[in-house]
């Protein structure tokens, strides 16, 4: 079945990087894009960045568009997550999402893994 195990979170202070990792099994990588998404508690969940299969074409938020890079290695079937220049307003716990694009051309997510927190603060 389709496995997404994300891994990389931690506590980090403002101004600092994380990276963060997603394992992908039960599925073939290499043909579908993915998604990171992050979610704070009592909020709705926030796209935070895409990458087509081929690793081209990656599409930010403008809250991280600058600071953070999303990047895949489909021989190791893993997507990855840099982020630089952390802020407090990043705090979230970080979800890897399987993508696609419905006939009214928005993204949908169809697998999520179980997530990985992310806290910056002081």
């Known amino acids: 079945q389709v496995q997404l195990v994300e891994s990389g979170g931690g506590m980090v202070q403002p101004g600092g990087s994380l990276r963060l990792s997603c394992a992908a099994s039960?599925?073939?990588?290499?043909?579908?894009?993915m998604s990171w998404v992050r979610q704070v508690p009592g909020k709705g969940p926030e796209w935070v960045s895409v990458?087509?299969?081929?690793?081209?074409?990656?599409y930010y938020a403008d809250s991280v568009k600058g600071r953070f890079t999303i990047s895949r290695d489909n021989a190791k079937n893993t997507l990855y997550l840099q982020m630089n220049s952390l802020k407090p307003e990043d705090t979230a716990l970080y979800y890897c999402?399987?993508?696609?694009?419905?006939?009214?051309?928005?993204?949908?997510?169809?697998?999520w893994g179980q997530g990985t927190q992310v806290t910056v603060s002081s």
């Open positions: 999402a399987r993508s696609g694009v419905d006939l009214r051309g928005s993204y949908y997510f169809d697998y």
């Open positions: 039960g599925f073939t990588f290499s043909s579908y894009s």
């Open positions: 990458i087509n299969n081929g690793g081209g074409r990656p």
